[in-house]
């Protein structure tokens, strides 16, 4: 897929964007524009939570992703229901590793519906695409 190809696909969904080191880089910005940068960081330490192996590494990443998002006044604390952060409490002592498949849902949700759209909107976003635009017309005209 080519660059411009590439960035087309961002507006697409928020998946494209959290696959793509730049455009996550871009979308991560814009989140801290809004104060809400917690979100995309907790996705992404559930995504690495997910690739654990050793038990004992599990247990220390989850202990840390409930200690940064989760429990109440947790430092980036995210905005889940009672209930998700209710269970992810009482199981965080023996963690799984789809323990914060939920929440992580939940967020996921969120960044959808609610930050991708005004991402997209985001000057940021505008610089992001037009960065590329350039770049691919110097790479194909380079006479201009």
């Not at 455009?23 to 330490?45: D, G, H, P």
């Not at 004992?56 to 202990?63: E, H, I, L, N």
């Not at 429990?71 to 963690?95: C, G, L």
């Amino acid at each position: 897929r080519s660059n411009a190809g590439e960035t087309m696909a961002w507006s697409e969904s928020v998946d494209t964007v959290l696959a793509n080191k730049e455009a996550l880089a871009a979308f991560r910005t814009f989140l801290k524009s809004e104060f809400s940068e917690e979100n995309v960081e907790f996705w992404l330490a559930c995504e690495d939570f997910k690739k654990t192996k050793s038990s004992t590494k599990m247990a220390s990443k989850a202990q840390k992703i409930y200690s940064d998002f989760i429990q109440a006044d947790a430092p980036k604390e995210i905005n889940i229901d009672f209930h998700t952060k209710n269970d992810i409490s009482q199981n965080i002592s023996d963690p799984t590793l789809s323990c914060f498949d939920a929440a992580q849902s939940s967020v996921y949700c969120l960044m959808a519906k609610d930050s991708f759209p005004r991402f997209l909107r985001s000057e940021v976003y505008k610089e992001l695409v037009k960065k590329h635009q350039d770049g691919n017309q110097k790479r194909w005209l380079p006479f201009l």
